[in-house]
């Protein structure tokens, strides 16, 4: 297990990040004739609410919504007074897991 923790101040994070910050994950394989391919992975985000209900807790999979994106830092959401104030809420991902679970077809 690789576990990585560090400390950022609220300013630096408003300086450094006045944007969201997102990742797509992909799986990089060797294709014919030499060449990289990606695959996009589905990313299972255990906070994410439809209809202000974690779809993504429970444990039928098939309930289940995956997106292709990693949200790491938004201070953008939060601003509820326009664009330039000061956010109210500021989202960071403060834990990250990454398994592969593979089918056996």
Not at 2 to 22: A, G, W
Not at 48 to 75: A, F, H, K, P, S
Request: charged share 15%; with cysteine.
């Amino acid at each position: 297990t690789y576990r990585l923790s560090c400390t950022i101040s609220v300013s630096k994070i408003l300086m450094d990040y006045p944007e969201p910050v997102f990742y797509d994950v992909f799986l990089s394989y060797p294709g014919n004739n030499g060449q990289q391919n990606l695959w996009a992975l589905p990313v299972l985000n255990l906070n994410l609410q439809y209809n202000e209900i974690l779809v993504n807790q429970g444990q039928n999979i098939n309930n289940w919504l995956l997106t292709r994106r990693m949200l790491m830092v938004d201070t953008l959401s939060g601003q509820e007074n326009g664009l330039g104030g000061s956010p109210r809420v500021i989202r960071i991902a403060n834990e990250i897991s990454i398994r592969f679970r593979f089918d056996k077809h």
